[in-house]
């Protein structure tokens, strides 16, 4: 696990690598309703086929089930193989019973194969954090990215993630 936080200008990051549970702490989410978003991009490239991708998707769904559906959190989930895919549902999506169960089948859909484009997909992410910020659509406070991945490009990533959101950014 190499999570760490990131003050990014009023937003708290937090990135998880590896195949193991995200460590974000549910209770962080429920704490104040309307001001939380958990972002997951999941690893879906060949070096995760087979147990890792199996793990991958379980913590994604064991997560998903563990957000109160009342909580007024956001979640987004982008798998990512050669490059970054699209978000499972539409970004900025509130969270009910409903997103929880087509989020949770379309996790299951995700198949390994290609490439692996962590650092674009996480770049992806964290620009549609900016974007949808500025939009006004998905304001938040508290914002946890979380990255499912067997680690490969982990150090660029970290790297990226450092110089993005860095306090003189």
Same mark, same amino acid.
């Given at each position: 696990?190499?999570?760490?936080?990131?003050?990014?200008?009023?937003?708290?990051?937090?990135?998880?690598?590896?195949?193991?549970?995200?460590?974000?702490?549910?209770?962080?989410?429920?704490?104040?309703?309307?001001?939380?978003?958990?972002?997951?991009?999941?690893?879906?490239?060949?070096?995760?086929?087979?147990?890792?991708?199996?793990?991958?998707?379980?913590?994604?769904?064991?997560?998903?089930?563990?957000?109160?559906?009342?909580?007024?959190?956001?979640?987004?989930?982008?798998?990512?193989?050669?490059?970054?895919?699209?978000?499972?549902?539409?970004? %900025? &999506?509130?969270?009910?019973?409903?997103?929880?169960? !087509? $989020?949770?089948?379309?996790? /299951?859909?995700?198949? @390994? #194969?290609? %490439? &692996?484009?962590?650092?674009?997909?996480?770049?992806? !992410? $964290?620009?549609?954090?900016? /974007?949808?910020?500025? @939009? #006004?659509?998905?304001?938040?406070?508290?914002?946890?990215?979380?990255?499912?991945?067997?680690?490969?490009?982990?150090?660029?990533?970290?790297?990226?993630?450092?110089?993005?959101?860095?306090?003189?950014?």
């Amino acid at each position: 696990d190499a999570g760490g936080g990131m003050d990014a200008g009023g937003m708290d990051m937090k990135a998880t690598m590896g195949t193991a549970a995200p460590s974000l702490d549910v209770q962080e989410l429920t704490v104040n309703e309307s001001d939380r978003v958990a972002y997951l991009v999941l690893d879906g490239s060949g070096s995760m086929k087979g147990e890792r991708l199996r793990m991958a998707k379980r913590a994604v769904m064991a997560f998903l089930e563990q957000i109160p559906t009342n909580a007024g959190v956001r979640v987004v989930v982008r798998p990512f193989d050669s490059e970054p895919g699209q978000p499972l549902l539409p970004l %900025g &999506t509130g969270f009910t019973a409903q997103t929880r169960m !087509a $989020l949770m089948e379309r996790t /299951r859909g995700i198949s @390994a #194969g290609g %490439g &692996t484009a962590m650092f674009q997909a996480v770049n992806t !992410a $964290l620009d549609d954090i900016l /974007r949808l910020a500025d @939009a #006004g659509r998905m304001l938040a406070p508290k914002t946890y990215l979380v990255v499912l991945s067997d680690r490969s490009e982990e150090r660029r990533v970290g790297e990226e993630c450092r110089s993005r959101w860095s306090p003189s950014h």
